[in-house]
Nanobody, 127 residues
Framework: QLQLVESGGGLVQPGGSLRLSCAAS????????MGWFRQAPGKEREGVSC????????NYPDSVKGRFTISRDNANNTVYLQVNSLKPEDTAVYYC????????????????????WGQGTQVTVSS
């Protein structure tokens, strides 16, 4: 299968919240660092979070720090992204991705070294 499937996106007002989920099948996430990315039409993809394989270390860019929280449940092969205090500029398709490493590394915010990608889930924040 080798598949990641995101869910939980939707339309929210500014200040609203969503919980995005990323479920893996065909492989285990135990030994993968996991990242969340987002991309809007005409804009470049950007990393919004990463979590180490053990869940003990996380990374966020300044644009989302304090508002987004990544977590994982290795027993259920699932990664989550809680997005709070949403702004219109958060509108994008959100993707999860798996990289075969314990840690996120210094290049976690790029698409390099991620083996598996989900199909994305749309988050729309109305103005």
């Amino acid at each position: 299968q080798l598949q990641l499937v995101e869910s939980g996106g939707g339309l929210v007002q500014p200040g609203g919240s969503l919980r995005l989920s990323c479920a893996a099948s065909g492989f285990t996430l135990t030994y993968y660092a996991m990242g969340w990315f987002r991309q809007a039409p005409g804009k470049e993809r950007e990393g919004v979070s990463c979590i180490s394989s053990s869940g003990t270390s996380t990374n966020y860019p300044d644009s989302v720090k304090g508002r987004f929280t990544i977590s994982r449940d290795n027993a259920n092969n699932t990664v989550y992204l809680q997005v709070n205090s949403l702004k219109p500029e958060d509108t994008a398709v959100y993707y999860c991705a798996a990289r075969p490493s314990r840690s996120c590394g210094s290049s976690w915010y790029t698409g390099l070294f991620y083996d598996y990608w989900g199909q994305g889930t749309q988050v729309t924040v109305s103005s």
